[in-house]
């Protein structure tokens, strides 16, 4: 299973960016998705998560009412909507994916730079 993260970049405070990752190689209606993120110094960061069927969603508290996650499964591709960037969003940002009853994401995308800078 391979997993490409792409859409990341310099945007100022208050953007939009939306970031995708394209699954290859399993059974994407599967996987339960997932996104994450790094800064420097700092721990990784659980985002949001999306279920096989994208019929339930869930976000960290960081996140939740700024950042949408979505899917769609005919394209393989698992999407993270982020609005209203604040430089504190900077990281390097990683989409993963586990089976249903996997204990641990699985399979990890290479990241994706996101920079929030006026």
């Known amino acids: 299973v391979q997993l490409q993260a792409s859409g990341g970049g310099l945007v100022q405070p208050g953007a939009s960016l939306t970031l995708s990752c394209v699954v290859s190689?399993?059974?994407?209606?599967?996987?339960?998705m997932a996104w994450f993120r790094q800064a420097p110094g700092k721990e990784r960061e659980q985002l949001a998560t999306?279920?096989?069927?994208?019929?339930?969603?869930s976000y960290g508290d960081s996140v939740i009412e700024r950042f949408t996650i979505s899917r769609d499964n005919a394209k393989n591709v698992v999407f993270l909507q982020m609005n209203d960037l604040k430089p504190e969003d900077t990281a390097v940002y990683f989409c993963?994916?586990?089976?249903?009853?996997?204990?641990?994401?699985?399979?990890w995308g290479q990241g994706t730079q996101v920079t929030v800078s006026s």
């Open positions: 999306i279920t096989s069927t994208g019929s339930h969603t």
């Open positions: 190689g399993g059974t994407f209606d599967k996987y339960v």
């Open positions: 993963a994916s586990k089976e249903r009853m996997a204990l641990k994401y699985e399979h």
